[in-house]
T-cell receptor, first 115, second 114 residues
Framework: SQKIEQNSEALNIQEGKTATLTCNYT??????LQWYRQDPGRGPVFLLL?????KEKRKERLKVTFDTTLKQSLFHITASQPADSATYLC??????????????FGKGTHLIIQP | ETGVTQSPTHLIKTRGQQVTLRCSSQ?????VSWYQQALGQGPQFIFQ???????GRGNFPPRFSGLQFPNYSSELNVNALELDDSALYLC?????????????FGPGTRLLVL
């Protein structure tokens, strides 16, 4: 079965620095990969989607890379702010047999931006 | 806000009971998925409904069942509750068009089984 590992349970970054989160997966080559943000007591919020034929995608201060050879995605937040503190989830969409298999999520990385 | 709502926000049940959780999808979305999120874990896919039919299922037993209605609402039913069913239950709506699907999550229902 698909396994997704996110680099660490918690990551402390000083305000203004770039935060880099890692997502590694095994056993399958997804057509695309998604990143979500989750705040305590709330549902995940979609941030970015990157397709297998895309190397990099940007949205404002966010950047995602996707290396299908390494089976890895990196998620960067530049000029980090305390408001960026949250749990970030990596998710793969794996469809098989014509049915839906939903999104497979990693455990998430709890990012803390310190003022 | 994603436009997806869930009720109730919190619920306490005892082992062996049955529970129904409700979700109202974003208007126009034809697909709803349900996820279970245990504390400190990522969401786990339970099943998906597309145009009122179950379209896919994760590794959950048959006592987890669902319904999707034409008015963009849906239900998750869990029978014979077990202690391990304690979790945050999330519904997510999306528009299925054969391509990638961005999922819009509701705030979740936190279920505690005693």
């Amino acid at each position: 079965s698909q396994k997704i590992e996110q680099n660490s349970e918690a990551l402390n970054i000083q305000e203004g620095k770039t935060a880099t989160l890692t997502c590694n997966y095994t056993n399958y080559s997804p057509a695309y990969l998604q990143w979500y943000r989750q705040d305590p007591g709330r549902g995940p919020v979609f941030l970015l989607l990157i397709r297998e034929n895309e190397k990099e995608k940007r949205k404002e201060r966010l950047k995602v890379t996707f290396d299908t050879t390494l089976k890895q995605s990196l998620f960067h937040i530049t000029a980090s702010q305390p408001a960026d503190s949250a749990t970030y989830l990596c998710a793969l969409d794996i469809k098989s047999g014509g049915g839906a298999d939903g999104l497979t999520f990693g455990k998430g990385t709890h990012l803390i931006i310190q003022p | 806000e994603t436009g997806v709502t869930q009720s109730p926000t919190h619920l306490i049940k005892t082992r062996g009971q049955q529970v129904t959780l409700r979700c109202s999808s974003q208007s126009g979305h034809n697909t709803v998925s349900w996820y279970q999120q245990a504390l400190g874990q990522g969401p786990q896919f339970i099943f998906q409904y597309y145009r009122e039919e179950e379209n896919g299922r994760g590794n959950f037993p048959p006592r987890f069942s669902g319904l999707q209605f034409p008015n963009y609402s849906s239900e998750l039913n869990v029978n014979a509750l077990e202690l391990d069913d304690s979790a945050l239950y999330l519904c997510a709506s999306s528009w299925t068009s054969g391509g990638e699907e961005t999922q819009y999550f509701g705030p979740g229902t936190r279920l505690l089984v005693l």
